[in-house]
T-cell receptor, first 110, second 121 residues
Protein backbone atom coordinates (compact mmCIF):
# COMPACT_ATOMS: atom_id res chain seq x y z
CA UNK A 1 0.00 0.00 0.00
CA UNK A 2 1.25 3.45 -0.90
CA UNK A 3 1.44 5.36 2.36
CA UNK A 4 0.65 9.06 2.32
CA UNK A 5 2.15 11.81 4.45
CA UNK A 6 0.62 15.24 4.83
CA UNK A 7 0.84 18.07 7.37
CA UNK A 8 -1.30 17.54 10.43
CA UNK A 9 -2.73 21.04 10.41
CA UNK A 10 -2.73 24.33 8.52
CA UNK A 11 -4.15 27.76 9.22
CA UNK A 12 -5.33 30.29 6.69
CA UNK A 13 -7.47 33.39 6.35
CA UNK A 14 -10.51 33.99 4.24
CA UNK A 15 -9.75 34.86 0.65
CA UNK A 16 -6.33 33.25 0.61
CA UNK A 17 -5.21 30.38 -1.56
CA UNK A 18 -4.35 27.24 0.38
CA UNK A 19 -2.00 24.56 -0.87
CA UNK A 20 -1.83 21.23 0.92
CA UNK A 21 0.96 18.91 -0.13
CA UNK A 22 0.90 15.16 0.22
CA UNK A 23 3.82 12.75 -0.15
CA UNK A 24 3.32 9.28 -1.58
CA UNK A 25 6.80 8.05 -2.36
CA UNK A 26 5.91 4.45 -3.20
CA UNK A 27 2.92 5.11 -5.41
CA UNK A 28 2.41 2.40 -8.01
CA UNK A 29 2.20 2.97 -11.74
CA UNK A 30 -1.55 2.54 -11.98
CA UNK A 31 -2.54 4.26 -8.74
CA UNK A 32 -4.63 7.43 -8.75
CA UNK A 33 -4.39 10.25 -6.22
CA UNK A 34 -7.64 11.26 -4.61
CA UNK A 35 -8.56 13.96 -2.12
CA UNK A 36 -11.52 13.94 0.24
CA UNK A 37 -12.92 16.60 2.54
CA UNK A 38 -14.56 15.84 5.88
CA UNK A 39 -16.50 18.19 8.11
CA UNK A 40 -17.00 17.32 11.81
CA UNK A 41 -19.53 14.54 12.38
CA UNK A 42 -20.05 13.98 8.65
CA UNK A 43 -18.87 11.44 6.13
CA UNK A 44 -16.04 12.34 3.72
CA UNK A 45 -16.83 14.05 0.46
CA UNK A 46 -14.88 13.55 -2.78
CA UNK A 47 -13.04 16.67 -3.93
CA UNK A 48 -10.77 15.78 -6.81
CA UNK A 49 -8.74 12.99 -8.34
CA UNK A 50 -5.81 12.87 -10.72
CA UNK A 51 -3.14 10.70 -12.22
CA UNK A 52 -0.55 13.20 -13.45
CA UNK A 53 0.04 16.87 -14.29
CA UNK A 54 -2.88 19.10 -13.37
CA UNK A 55 -6.55 18.56 -12.79
CA UNK A 56 -9.03 21.33 -12.09
CA UNK A 57 -12.69 21.30 -11.17
CA UNK A 58 -15.12 23.80 -9.75
CA UNK A 59 -13.77 23.58 -6.21
CA UNK A 60 -10.05 22.78 -6.40
CA UNK A 61 -6.97 22.06 -8.45
CA UNK A 62 -4.64 19.13 -8.10
CA UNK A 63 -1.01 19.37 -9.14
CA UNK A 64 1.01 16.20 -9.64
CA UNK A 65 4.66 16.36 -10.69
CA UNK A 66 6.12 14.00 -13.25
CA UNK A 67 7.53 11.56 -10.68
CA UNK A 68 4.11 11.39 -8.97
CA UNK A 69 5.75 11.04 -5.56
CA UNK A 70 3.78 13.98 -4.25
CA UNK A 71 0.70 15.98 -5.02
CA UNK A 72 -0.66 19.37 -4.03
CA UNK A 73 -4.29 20.22 -3.46
CA UNK A 74 -4.95 23.88 -4.16
CA UNK A 75 -8.04 25.61 -2.77
CA UNK A 76 -8.51 29.08 -4.29
CA UNK A 77 -9.82 31.86 -2.09
CA UNK A 78 -10.88 29.81 0.92
CA UNK A 79 -13.83 30.77 3.08
CA UNK A 80 -14.77 29.89 6.64
CA UNK A 81 -16.82 26.98 5.32
CA UNK A 82 -13.66 25.34 3.98
CA UNK A 83 -12.58 24.62 7.55
CA UNK A 84 -12.38 20.83 7.51
CA UNK A 85 -10.02 17.87 7.42
CA UNK A 86 -8.56 17.08 4.01
CA UNK A 87 -7.41 13.56 3.23
CA UNK A 88 -5.00 12.55 0.51
CA UNK A 89 -5.46 8.96 -0.63
CA UNK A 90 -3.86 6.74 -3.18
CA UNK A 91 -6.59 4.73 -4.88
CA UNK A 92 -5.30 1.24 -5.36
CA UNK A 93 -5.61 -0.05 -8.88
CA UNK A 94 -6.68 -3.60 -8.12
CA UNK A 95 -8.81 -3.15 -5.06
CA UNK A 96 -11.86 -1.21 -3.97
CA UNK A 97 -10.28 -0.15 -0.70
CA UNK A 98 -9.74 3.44 0.32
CA UNK A 99 -7.11 3.75 3.01
CA UNK A 100 -7.26 7.06 4.85
CA UNK A 101 -4.14 8.63 6.29
CA UNK A 102 -4.00 11.16 9.08
CA UNK A 103 -5.39 14.04 7.04
CA UNK A 104 -4.71 17.77 7.28
CA UNK A 105 -6.89 19.84 9.55
CA UNK A 106 -7.42 23.19 7.83
CA UNK A 107 -8.63 26.07 9.94
CA UNK A 108 -9.77 29.19 8.11
CA UNK A 109 -9.96 32.40 10.12
CA UNK A 110 -11.95 35.52 9.29
CA UNK B 1 -27.92 12.03 -7.05
CA UNK B 2 -25.57 9.51 -5.42
CA UNK B 3 -26.92 9.82 -1.91
CA UNK B 4 -26.08 7.43 0.88
CA UNK B 5 -28.07 7.52 4.09
CA UNK B 6 -27.44 6.00 7.49
CA UNK B 7 -29.89 5.25 10.24
CA UNK B 8 -29.87 6.09 13.02
CA UNK B 9 -27.73 9.22 12.97
CA UNK B 10 -26.96 8.77 16.64
CA UNK B 11 -27.71 6.10 19.20
CA UNK B 12 -27.08 5.70 22.88
CA UNK B 13 -27.29 2.25 24.37
CA UNK B 14 -26.44 0.36 27.51
CA UNK B 15 -23.42 -1.84 27.78
CA UNK B 16 -24.17 -5.41 26.70
CA UNK B 17 -26.89 -4.56 24.22
CA UNK B 18 -26.70 -4.88 20.44
CA UNK B 19 -27.11 -2.02 18.03
CA UNK B 20 -27.95 -2.19 14.33
CA UNK B 21 -26.91 0.54 11.92
CA UNK B 22 -28.36 0.71 8.42
CA UNK B 23 -26.63 2.05 5.33
CA UNK B 24 -28.70 2.70 2.21
CA UNK B 25 -27.82 3.89 -1.25
CA UNK B 26 -30.91 5.93 -2.10
CA UNK B 27 -30.63 6.50 -5.81
CA UNK B 28 -28.18 3.93 -7.08
CA UNK B 29 -27.33 0.30 -6.71
CA UNK B 30 -24.15 -0.53 -4.87
CA UNK B 31 -22.13 -3.62 -5.64
CA UNK B 32 -19.91 -3.04 -2.66
CA UNK B 33 -20.35 -1.26 0.63
CA UNK B 34 -17.70 -0.42 3.16
CA UNK B 35 -17.81 0.22 6.88
CA UNK B 36 -15.44 2.52 8.71
CA UNK B 37 -15.08 3.65 12.27
CA UNK B 38 -13.63 6.93 13.40
CA UNK B 39 -12.57 7.95 16.88
CA UNK B 40 -12.50 11.64 17.89
CA UNK B 41 -9.78 13.61 16.12
CA UNK B 42 -8.62 10.47 14.34
CA UNK B 43 -8.77 9.24 10.78
CA UNK B 44 -11.22 6.77 9.32
CA UNK B 45 -10.32 3.12 9.78
CA UNK B 46 -11.70 0.60 7.34
CA UNK B 47 -13.46 -2.19 9.20
CA UNK B 48 -14.89 -4.37 6.47
CA UNK B 49 -15.93 -4.67 2.87
CA UNK B 50 -19.24 -6.26 1.94
CA UNK B 51 -20.53 -7.39 -1.40
CA UNK B 52 -24.20 -8.02 -2.00
CA UNK B 53 -25.14 -11.60 -1.29
CA UNK B 54 -21.79 -12.70 0.09
CA UNK B 55 -19.95 -12.66 3.37
CA UNK B 56 -18.13 -9.54 4.41
CA UNK B 57 -14.35 -9.34 4.36
CA UNK B 58 -12.98 -7.94 7.58
CA UNK B 59 -9.78 -6.00 8.05
CA UNK B 60 -7.12 -7.39 10.31
CA UNK B 61 -7.95 -6.85 13.96
CA UNK B 62 -11.69 -6.39 13.45
CA UNK B 63 -13.76 -9.05 15.21
CA UNK B 64 -16.27 -10.44 12.77
CA UNK B 65 -18.41 -11.95 15.53
CA UNK B 66 -18.69 -8.60 17.23
CA UNK B 67 -19.35 -6.51 14.16
CA UNK B 68 -21.90 -8.41 12.09
CA UNK B 69 -22.35 -7.15 8.57
CA UNK B 70 -25.21 -8.08 6.30
CA UNK B 71 -25.53 -6.93 2.71
CA UNK B 72 -28.86 -8.40 1.68
CA UNK B 73 -29.58 -6.17 -1.31
CA UNK B 74 -27.88 -3.81 -3.72
CA UNK B 75 -29.10 -0.82 -1.73
CA UNK B 76 -28.82 -1.90 1.89
CA UNK B 77 -26.06 -3.00 4.22
CA UNK B 78 -26.34 -3.30 7.98
CA UNK B 79 -23.74 -3.28 10.71
CA UNK B 80 -24.69 -4.80 14.04
CA UNK B 81 -22.48 -4.11 17.01
CA UNK B 82 -23.13 -7.05 19.32
CA UNK B 83 -22.75 -6.88 23.08
CA UNK B 84 -21.60 -3.31 22.85
CA UNK B 85 -19.18 -1.92 25.40
CA UNK B 86 -18.05 1.66 26.09
CA UNK B 87 -14.90 1.13 24.02
CA UNK B 88 -17.13 0.55 20.99
CA UNK B 89 -18.34 4.13 21.24
CA UNK B 90 -17.32 5.72 17.99
CA UNK B 91 -18.48 7.33 14.76
CA UNK B 92 -19.41 4.65 12.24
CA UNK B 93 -19.44 5.59 8.56
CA UNK B 94 -20.44 3.57 5.54
CA UNK B 95 -19.66 4.11 1.89
CA UNK B 96 -21.09 2.59 -1.26
CA UNK B 97 -19.51 1.86 -4.60
CA UNK B 98 -22.00 2.21 -7.47
CA UNK B 99 -22.76 -0.66 -9.76
CA UNK B 100 -22.19 1.72 -12.67
CA UNK B 101 -19.89 4.71 -12.75
CA UNK B 102 -21.94 7.78 -11.90
CA UNK B 103 -19.59 10.73 -12.00
CA UNK B 104 -16.99 9.69 -14.52
CA UNK B 105 -14.24 11.58 -12.73
CA UNK B 106 -13.49 9.32 -9.83
CA UNK B 107 -11.64 6.09 -10.20
CA UNK B 108 -12.70 3.78 -7.38
CA UNK B 109 -15.77 5.93 -6.91
CA UNK B 110 -17.38 5.70 -3.48
CA UNK B 111 -20.06 7.78 -1.82
CA UNK B 112 -20.11 8.16 1.93
CA UNK B 113 -22.99 8.23 4.34
CA UNK B 114 -23.37 10.93 7.00
CA UNK B 115 -22.22 8.63 9.79
CA UNK B 116 -23.74 7.22 12.96
CA UNK B 117 -22.59 8.32 16.38
CA UNK B 118 -22.69 5.39 18.80
CA UNK B 119 -22.39 5.99 22.51
CA UNK B 120 -22.31 3.00 24.83
CA UNK B 121 -22.94 3.75 28.48
Amino acid sequence: LAKTTQPISMDSYEGQEVNITCSHNNIATNDYITWYQQFPSQGPRFIIQGYKTKVTNEVASLFIPADRKSSTLSLPRVSLSDTAVYYCLVALYNTDKLIFGTGTRLQVFP
Amino acid sequence: GAVVSQHPSRVICKSGTSVKIECRSLDFQATTMFWYRQFPKKSLMLMATSNEGSKATYEQGVEKDKFLINHASLTLSTLTVTSAHPEDSSFYICSARPRQVLSGNNYNEQFFGPGTRLTVL
